[in-house]
Protein backbone atom coordinates (compact mmCIF):
# COMPACT_ATOMS: atom_id res chain seq x y z
CA UNK A 1 0.00 0.00 0.00
CA UNK A 2 1.46 3.53 -1.18
CA UNK A 3 2.10 6.05 1.94
CA UNK A 4 -0.75 7.83 0.45
CA UNK A 5 -3.72 5.30 0.59
CA UNK A 6 -1.95 4.17 4.11
CA UNK A 7 -2.60 8.28 5.40
CA UNK A 8 -5.70 8.34 3.77
CA UNK A 9 -6.87 4.86 5.44
CA UNK A 10 -5.41 6.50 8.66
CA UNK A 11 -7.31 9.37 8.77
CA UNK A 12 -10.41 7.33 8.12
CA UNK A 13 -10.08 5.29 11.29
CA UNK A 14 -9.11 8.39 13.29
CA UNK A 15 -12.21 9.39 11.88
CA UNK A 16 -14.81 6.91 12.54
CA UNK A 17 -12.65 5.55 15.61
CA UNK A 18 -13.85 9.08 17.28
CA UNK A 19 -17.13 9.09 15.85
CA UNK A 20 -17.56 5.98 17.73
CA UNK A 21 -15.58 6.56 20.87
CA UNK A 22 -18.13 9.61 21.16
CA UNK A 23 -21.20 8.28 20.22
CA UNK A 24 -20.40 5.52 23.45
CA UNK A 25 -19.64 8.21 26.07
CA UNK A 26 -22.58 10.31 24.74
CA UNK A 27 -24.43 7.14 25.71
CA UNK A 28 -23.28 6.72 29.15
CA UNK A 29 -23.44 10.58 29.41
CA UNK A 30 -26.93 10.07 29.02
CA UNK A 31 -27.86 7.52 31.29
CA UNK A 32 -26.64 9.37 33.87
CA UNK A 33 -28.23 12.62 33.40
CA UNK A 34 -31.39 11.52 33.17
CA UNK A 35 -32.16 11.49 29.35
CA UNK A 36 -33.56 7.64 29.49
CA UNK A 37 -32.55 7.16 33.52
CA UNK A 38 -30.68 9.24 36.51
CA UNK A 39 -28.57 6.53 37.10
CA UNK A 40 -25.36 6.40 39.39
CA UNK A 41 -21.66 5.62 37.36
CA UNK A 42 -21.18 2.56 37.47
CA UNK A 43 -25.13 1.44 36.90
CA UNK A 44 -25.12 3.68 33.73
CA UNK A 45 -22.14 1.93 32.41
CA UNK A 46 -23.61 -1.41 32.96
CA UNK A 47 -26.86 -0.58 31.14
CA UNK A 48 -25.10 0.98 27.98
CA UNK A 49 -22.77 -1.97 27.82
CA UNK A 50 -25.32 -4.73 28.11
CA UNK A 51 -26.72 -4.04 24.89
CA UNK A 52 -24.90 -5.91 21.80
CA UNK A 53 -25.24 -2.81 19.87
CA UNK A 54 -22.92 -0.96 22.29
CA UNK A 55 -21.14 -3.95 22.46
CA UNK A 56 -20.44 -4.16 18.71
CA UNK A 57 -19.14 -0.38 18.85
CA UNK A 58 -16.95 -0.59 21.28
CA UNK A 59 -15.23 -3.62 19.88
CA UNK A 60 -14.61 -1.69 16.96
CA UNK A 61 -13.77 1.43 18.30
CA UNK A 62 -11.17 -0.89 20.25
CA UNK A 63 -9.72 -2.35 17.20
CA UNK A 64 -9.38 0.73 15.19
CA UNK A 65 -7.48 2.15 17.37
CA UNK A 66 -5.73 -0.54 17.97
CA UNK A 67 -4.94 -0.63 14.41
CA UNK A 68 -3.83 2.90 14.22
CA UNK A 69 -1.15 2.36 17.35
CA UNK A 70 0.13 -0.56 15.25
CA UNK A 71 0.71 0.63 12.29
CA UNK A 72 4.12 0.56 11.00
CA UNK A 73 5.70 -0.96 14.28
CA UNK A 74 7.33 -4.43 12.90
CA UNK A 75 8.68 -7.08 14.98
CA UNK A 76 7.16 -9.79 16.77
CA UNK A 77 3.39 -11.31 15.87
CA UNK A 78 0.17 -10.76 16.76
CA UNK A 79 -1.32 -11.65 19.44
CA UNK A 80 -5.15 -11.25 17.72
CA UNK A 81 -6.55 -14.37 15.93
CA UNK A 82 -6.51 -14.08 12.35
CA UNK A 83 -9.84 -13.36 11.44
CA UNK A 84 -10.51 -11.27 14.07
CA UNK A 85 -11.65 -8.69 11.99
CA UNK A 86 -14.24 -10.87 10.06
CA UNK A 87 -15.81 -11.47 13.71
CA UNK A 88 -16.09 -7.90 14.25
CA UNK A 89 -17.50 -7.22 11.12
CA UNK A 90 -20.03 -10.49 11.94
CA UNK A 91 -21.15 -8.38 15.06
CA UNK A 92 -21.52 -4.86 13.47
CA UNK A 93 -23.12 -5.91 10.68
CA UNK A 94 -25.65 -7.78 12.84
CA UNK A 95 -26.14 -4.44 14.54
CA UNK A 96 -27.14 -2.76 11.78
CA UNK A 97 -29.11 -5.69 10.29
CA UNK A 98 -30.98 -6.38 13.29
CA UNK A 99 -31.61 -2.53 14.15
CA UNK A 100 -32.90 -1.84 10.65
CA UNK A 101 -35.12 -4.21 9.89
CA UNK A 102 -36.55 -5.03 13.84
CA UNK A 103 -36.11 -2.77 15.61
CA UNK A 104 -36.16 0.97 13.93
CA UNK A 105 -39.83 0.99 14.37
CA UNK A 106 -39.93 0.24 18.17
CA UNK A 107 -39.27 2.93 19.14
CA UNK A 108 -38.53 6.81 18.57
CA UNK A 109 -35.34 8.84 18.96
CA UNK A 110 -34.82 12.64 18.50
CA UNK A 111 -32.06 15.39 19.25
CA UNK A 112 -28.79 14.51 20.82
CA UNK A 113 -29.97 10.89 20.90
CA UNK A 114 -31.08 10.50 17.21
CA UNK A 115 -27.24 11.20 16.13
CA UNK A 116 -25.79 8.52 18.59
CA UNK A 117 -28.47 6.15 17.70
CA UNK A 118 -27.51 6.93 13.95
CA UNK A 119 -24.07 6.71 14.25
CA UNK A 120 -24.01 3.39 16.20
CA UNK A 121 -26.26 1.65 13.83
CA UNK A 122 -25.44 2.95 10.30
CA UNK A 123 -22.40 5.25 10.55
CA UNK A 124 -20.04 2.61 12.15
CA UNK A 125 -21.20 -0.70 10.60
CA UNK A 126 -20.88 0.89 7.00
CA UNK A 127 -17.36 2.73 7.74
CA UNK A 128 -15.88 -0.82 9.36
CA UNK A 129 -17.68 -3.06 6.74
CA UNK A 130 -16.11 -0.58 3.84
CA UNK A 131 -12.60 0.07 6.05
CA UNK A 132 -13.14 -4.19 6.23
CA UNK A 133 -13.35 -4.37 2.28
CA UNK A 134 -10.85 -2.16 1.68
CA UNK A 135 -7.80 -3.12 4.01
CA UNK A 136 -8.06 -7.01 4.77
CA UNK A 137 -5.85 -9.25 4.07
CA UNK A 138 -7.54 -11.39 1.06
CA UNK A 139 -7.19 -15.45 1.78
CA UNK A 140 -7.24 -15.71 5.11
CA UNK A 141 -10.44 -17.12 5.99
CA UNK A 142 -11.90 -20.32 6.34
CA UNK A 143 -15.11 -21.64 6.45
CA UNK A 144 -14.88 -22.96 10.28
CA UNK A 145 -14.11 -19.41 11.29
CA UNK A 146 -17.97 -18.54 11.38
CA UNK A 147 -17.95 -21.47 14.08
CA UNK A 148 -15.62 -19.93 16.15
CA UNK A 149 -17.81 -16.19 15.26
CA UNK A 150 -21.08 -17.88 16.22
CA UNK A 151 -19.37 -18.15 20.12
CA UNK A 152 -19.71 -14.74 21.67
CA UNK A 153 -23.42 -14.16 19.87
CA UNK A 154 -24.58 -17.50 21.38
CA UNK A 155 -22.78 -16.68 24.88
CA UNK A 156 -24.23 -13.01 25.09
CA UNK A 157 -27.79 -14.35 23.94
CA UNK A 158 -27.34 -17.09 27.00
CA UNK A 159 -26.40 -14.89 29.59
CA UNK A 160 -28.80 -12.14 28.50
CA UNK A 161 -31.89 -14.56 29.08
CA UNK A 162 -30.70 -15.95 32.36
CA UNK A 163 -29.78 -12.38 33.79
CA UNK A 164 -33.47 -10.85 32.48
CA UNK A 165 -34.77 -14.33 34.27
CA UNK A 166 -33.18 -13.86 37.31
CA UNK A 167 -33.15 -9.99 37.63
CA UNK A 168 -35.64 -8.74 35.66
CA UNK A 169 -33.88 -6.96 33.03
CA UNK A 170 -33.53 -8.04 29.69
CA UNK A 171 -31.50 -6.93 27.16
CA UNK A 172 -33.88 -6.70 24.62
CA UNK A 173 -37.41 -6.89 24.51
CA UNK A 174 -37.78 -9.76 21.61
CA UNK A 175 -35.51 -11.93 24.21
CA UNK A 176 -38.19 -11.34 27.07
CA UNK A 177 -40.31 -14.40 27.43
CA UNK A 178 -42.35 -12.91 30.39
CA UNK A 179 -43.78 -11.03 27.50
CA UNK A 180 -43.33 -12.56 24.35
CA UNK A 181 -44.72 -15.82 23.18
CA UNK A 182 -42.93 -18.89 22.84
CA UNK A 183 -43.38 -18.08 18.60
CA UNK A 184 -42.20 -15.05 18.70
CA UNK A 185 -38.84 -15.82 20.49
CA UNK A 186 -38.39 -18.32 18.08
CA UNK A 187 -39.21 -16.61 15.01
CA UNK A 188 -37.05 -13.37 16.08
CA UNK A 189 -33.67 -16.33 16.93
CA UNK A 190 -34.74 -17.90 13.28
CA UNK A 191 -34.45 -14.49 11.60
CA UNK A 192 -31.62 -13.31 13.89
CA UNK A 193 -29.65 -16.73 13.06
CA UNK A 194 -30.16 -16.49 9.58
CA UNK A 195 -28.81 -13.26 9.54
CA UNK A 196 -25.06 -14.37 10.93
CA UNK A 197 -24.89 -16.78 9.12
CA UNK A 198 -25.44 -15.14 6.04
CA UNK A 199 -23.15 -12.09 7.15
CA UNK A 200 -20.45 -14.55 8.13
CA UNK A 201 -20.82 -16.47 4.59
CA UNK A 202 -20.56 -13.49 3.00
CA UNK A 203 -17.91 -12.33 4.63
CA UNK A 204 -15.38 -15.58 4.27
CA UNK A 205 -16.68 -15.92 0.74
CA UNK A 206 -15.37 -12.08 -0.22
CA UNK A 207 -12.04 -12.99 1.49
CA UNK A 208 -11.49 -15.94 -0.38
CA UNK A 209 -13.08 -14.70 -3.75
CA UNK A 210 -11.24 -11.51 -3.66
CA UNK A 211 -8.32 -13.26 -3.29
CA UNK A 212 -8.64 -15.76 -5.88
CA UNK A 213 -9.79 -12.48 -8.10
CA UNK A 214 -6.36 -10.65 -7.31
CA UNK A 215 -4.44 -13.99 -8.11
CA UNK A 216 -6.31 -14.39 -11.40
CA UNK A 217 -4.68 -10.59 -12.19
CA UNK A 218 -1.13 -11.23 -11.85
CA UNK A 219 0.71 -11.09 -14.91
CA UNK A 220 1.90 -14.58 -15.72
CA UNK A 221 5.96 -15.77 -15.07
CA UNK A 222 7.01 -18.23 -18.04
CA UNK A 223 9.02 -20.79 -16.63
Not at 86 to 107: E, P
Amino acid sequence: MSDRKESLIQAFRWVYGLLGASALLASYIFMMNGVHHDYDPLTAAGSVLRLFTNQSNLLVVVWTFYAIIKKGKTGGHSLLPVSLRGALGLYIGITFLIYHFFLRGAYSVSGPNLVVNTTTHYVIPFAYLLDWLLTETRGIYRWKHIGYWMIYPTVYVSVGIIAGVVGGHFPYAFLNWHQQSMRDIMMYGGAALMGFLAISAGLVYLNIKLNHFGESMRPKTFQ
